[in-house]
């Protein structure tokens, strides 16, 4: 099994910045991609960012500029800085890990879950 770690919840000031942790652990073979998705109260999970294994990152447009993702693959290890954050940035963040755990065998697993609460 894999099991996914994430840690760097909490509350900040708007303006604030915050990083997430997230780590795999398990048997893992080789990592795909590791990102971040969030998740606020009567939405739609959303895209935040991802890296795959050869470094190419994806973001949201609505952290765009503000948020950076990177990666420590010998690791894996992915790290989620959050610069001036906002209110509307509130919401349960994923970590979310897709990798094979084996040469065939493919795998998709998702965090528990850490809450990022941005006070107006």
């Known amino acids: 099994q894999v099991q996914v770690g994430e840690s760097g919840g909490g509350l900040v000031q708007a303006g604030g910045s915050l990083e997430l942790s997230c780590v795999a652990s398990?048997?893992?073979?080789?990592?795909?991609?590791m990102g971040w998705y969030r998740q606020a109260p009567g939405k739609q999970r959303e895209l935040v960012a991802t890296?795959?294994?050869?470094?190419?990152?994806t973001y949201g447009d609505s952290v765009a500029g503000r948020f950076t993702i990177s990666r420590d693959n010998g690791a894996n290890t992915v790290y989620l800085q959050m610069n001036s954050l906002k209110p509307e940035d509130t919401a349960v963040y994923y970590c979310?890990?897709?990798?094979?755990?084996?040469?065939?065998?493919?795998?998709?697993?998702w965090g528990q879950g850490t809450l990022v609460t941005v006070a107006s």
């Open positions: 890296v795959n294994s050869g470094g190419a990152t």
């Open positions: 979310n890990v897709r990798a094979y755990s084996d040469y065939i065998r493919h795998l998709e697993v």
């Open positions: 398990g048997s893992i073979f080789r990592i795909v991609a």
